[in-house]
């Protein structure tokens, strides 16, 4: 079972920035694709970026340009650093590790874009 937890959610206001965090279990860290992705109150779980074993990435329109996806494979970490951040952000943040047809969630973080 692989173990997926995130951190470094927070209260931000618009135009401010944030780093999230999340690691994952298991030593073939490296061979696991990592996903962000984010609920706001109401909507349906969205992709926010994805990033590959060999550092591959793509980004949803919303996030392209202010949000970067990064992984640190020694550290089974990988990042996503939230830039210019708008009200439209709020949202519960999880990550996603994938590998074949497995995939684990994180419990999530949150984040709070408001004055």
């Known amino acids: 079972q692989v173990q997926v937890v995130e951190s470094g959610g927070g209260l931000v206001q618009p135009g401010g920035s944030l780093r999230l965090s999340c690691v994952a279990s298991?030593?073939?860290?490296?061979?696991?694709?990592m996903g962000w992705y984010r609920q706001a109150p109401g909507k349906q779980r969205e992709l926010v970026a994805r990033?590959?074993?060999?550092?591959?990435?793509n980004y949803v329109d919303s996030g392209e340009g202010r949000f970067t996806i990064s992984r640190d494979n020694a550290k089974s970490t990988v990042y996503l650093q939230m830039n210019s951040l708008k009200p439209e952000d709020t949202a519960v943040y999880y990550c996603?590790?994938?590998?074949?047809?497995?995939?684990?969630w994180g419990q999530g973080t949150l984040v709070t874009v408001s004055e």
């Open positions: 996603n590790a994938r590998i074949l047809t497995k995939e684990y």
């Open positions: 298991g030593s073939i860290f490296r061979a696991y694709t």
């Open positions: 990033i590959t074993g060999d550092h591959s990435t």
